[in-house]
Every structure is written in C-alpha cells, then in structure tokens.
C-alpha cells in the first residue's frame, strides 16, 4: 500500500522531514487522544505521540510520548498498523513532513509521574467520533485504518 502524504507545503518551499510515532491506545471501548492548546488556533486533538528523538527506536518513541504527553505506560503490538506522511506547522512555527508510524497499544498503567507536557491533557474518546474530531487529517485516517482492520480481525 502506498504511503499517503496529507496535506500541502507552501508553493516553492520543500519541507524537511519529521520521523514520528504515534499510538492508537484502546481502553474499554474508548481511545486515548491528547488535547492541546494551539496559539491562534484553539484546543487542538491529537494521538499521543510525536518526533523521534536521536537513537531512539520508533517503537521506544511511541511508548515514551504517551508517557510524557498524557501519563500512559503503553504496551504497543510488535509492528505499525499504518505509515501516513502529514506537512505540519510545528509549534516553533516549522512546517515539517511528519513521517508517521502509528503503533495499535493498551493501557498497561496510568502514572502521574511520566506526564512532562504540562499543555497537554488526556481525553478518552469513541472512535468513531476521534475520526471526526481529530486536528491532524493523517491522525483521522488512522484510527479509520485501525477500525477496519479491528472489525475484519
């Protein structure tokens, strides 16, 4: 399957790109999305996730943004589900090509203590009303892509 690419750079400027790594975190129906304030732009809902840090593994990101955006200890399936590309401004005012992976996880534990992210806040969502709220259009194909791939399991 190809990789889709959402959204567009600005006419004549080519965005650097962005490895990162999201999560679909499924608890009792519901999936864990992280709220964020956005400076001109409102309260913005995202997966818990981001941008790979140096050395660290996709996987190793994924678990760690849910810990830091949202006080998630995660347990993550082996492989992505899903690869989606997003040309994103980025808080220091960057438009970046995301290079997302999403990852399919659980709950293993809340813990406070993991929470360094201070803007962001933990809300717990149905699905299906994630896909229509969801900021990040890559973000709303995925958890389209995970329920699919959940009703045909």
Known sequence: MARPQF???PAG???ADRPAAFC??????????????WEGRGLLLHLPGGGLDEGETEAQAAVRECGEEAGLSVRLDAAPFVHADHYFLHHDRVIRNTRGVFFAGRVAAEDAALKTEDDHRLVWMEPGQAVVELERESHAWAVAA???LRARA
């Open 7 to 9: 959204g567009d750079p």
């Open 13 to 15: 400027y080519e965005p």
């Open 24 to 37: 679909v975190i499924e608890r009792d129906g519901l999936i864990a999305l992280v709220e964020v304030a």
């Open 146 to 148: 995970w329920l699919r």
